[in-house]
């Protein structure tokens, strides 16, 4: 769908073109032009591809642009879901190639994508990293690791608790409630300009101001952002480095991702955790593929196996409850990744605006979608995009084995 945004928007041919409002650039319609541009739009850090040789993606191409599929009573296409959600990039992994890609609404092969809450996962396949290294337990307390938490809400509550949201700390993530969290956290992450002053100027000033517990550590799933946040500060503390050169180093460079990635950073030089990521469709398919790949790609054992099956087989389904079951109804949630349903074990990584990585092991099948949707989360957009995934996954088990 292109709604001439980006054409408005940063025209080489019309310098008077209106300015991006500095404390609206990520919301509609300027997320259409800006979340392909994010260094224009804020501070990053580079994380380095590193100087090896770049992962091939072989390609097979299949016409999946007719494959159909029903949702809400209403049939839909491919072609004309594509069209319909937004879309920005689009591919679709199986069995190893590349059997499906889109660049669309100005998107180009080089061009970085701001990944939102897909950054969550890959922060936490980092951590799977570490931890199959020894160098974090998930047993632990976080207090261990950050003792500067023992004044939050956080003591008591173990590095497992973070990963699985299961934390019993107050967080409104509201996006659009007066004065929540979320709301301070968009700030303090440096997206937006200081506004209010007595609100946090950075992460860790957030962090700190989290003493309110709802319930008990371990008794709930309830989706919190800036956990991701302080999982990423134990990696940081634990190892000295930047989570910026962590990902570069542990993830990027060893998985052979074609382009440099980038993270956005607050005024402090933090890394954004839990959504700054940005990279190129392409290189979010080779993620997708070394987790089809059980953590093995470019010839090495990047993530240890162990981590990659707990991702999609760990989660206990009795913890995730409420709005969560609109749109994975038999889903679970389990460090940081989604899993689709108790049987097949689907599992995915999600962000607001319509930011989809998929992985089916079990059918050897991934999709990136990343997308720039009018509202911040949809569950009929999420019902519908899933509806098209299996539907693809379906069609090439059936035409093309």
Not at 228 to 249: M, N, P
Request: glycine residues 8%; charged residues 20%.
């Amino acid at each position: 769908m292109t709604d001439g945004t980006n054409e408005r928007l940063r025209n080489p041919m019309s310098p008077g073109a209106p300015i991006i409002p500095r404390n609206e650039w990520d919301y509609p319609p300027y997320h259409r032009w800006t979340f392909q541009h994010i260094r224009e739009m804020t501070p990053t850090a580079q994380i380095w591809r590193g100087p090896g040789p770049v992962l091939p993606l072989p390609s097979a191409p299949v016409d999946i642009d007719q494959v159909k599929f029903k949702t809400s009573g209403k049939t839909h296409t491919i072609a004309e879901f594509l069209d319909g959600s937004f879309t920005d990039g689009f591919l679709v992994l199986w069995r190893g190639n590349i059997v499906a890609e889109r660049y669309m609404n100005g998107m180009r092969p080089h061009g970085q994508h701001l990944a939102m809450s897909i950054t969550k996962s890959i922060v936490a396949t980092l951590f799977g990293v570490l931890h199959g290294k020894g160098l974090v337990d998930t047993r632990a307390q976080v207090t261990h690791y950050l003792p500067e938490l023992a004044a939050t809400a956080y003591r008591g509550a173990t590095v497992q608790h973070l990963l699985d949201m299961t934390a019993g700390v107050t967080f409104d993530e509201s996006y659009t409630t007066e004065g929540s969290h979320m709301q301070k956290l968009d700030h303090a992450c440096g997206w937006k300009p200081i506004t209010r002053p007595d609100w946090p100027k950075t992460m860790w000033e957030l962090i700190i101001t989290l003493t309110e517990q709802e319930r008990p550590h371990g008794s709930q799933f309830s989706y919190r952002s800036i956990e991701t946040d302080i999982l990423a500060l134990v990696l940081e503390r634990t190892t000295g480095t930047s989570l910026a050169e962590l990902l570069s180093s542990e993830l990027w460079a060893p998985m052979g991702a074609e382009e440099d990635a980038y993270i956005t950073v607050d005024p402090a030089g933090m890394a954004l955790a839990d959504g700054g990521f940005n990279a190129t469709l392409r290189d979010m398919a080779r993620f997708a593929l070394l987790h089809l790949n059980r953590g093995w790609i470019n010839h090495r054992q990047v993530v240890p196996e162990e981590w990659i099956s707990e991702c999609r087989n760990g989660g206990n389904p009795d913890l995730y409850t409420g709005v969560y079951r609109t749109s994975l109804p038999d889903g679970a949630y389990h460090n940081q990744f989604w899993i689709e349903d108790q049987q097949r074990r689907a599992y995915m990584c999600r962000g607001i605006f319509g930011q989809f990585i998929y992985m089916d092991p079990q059918s050897e099948f991934g999709v990136v979608k990343l997308s720039t949707w009018p509202e911040f989360v949809s569950s009929e957009r999420t019902i519908e995009t899933l509806a098209a995934f299996h539907a693809i996954r379906d069609y090439l088990e059936r035409e093309c084995l």
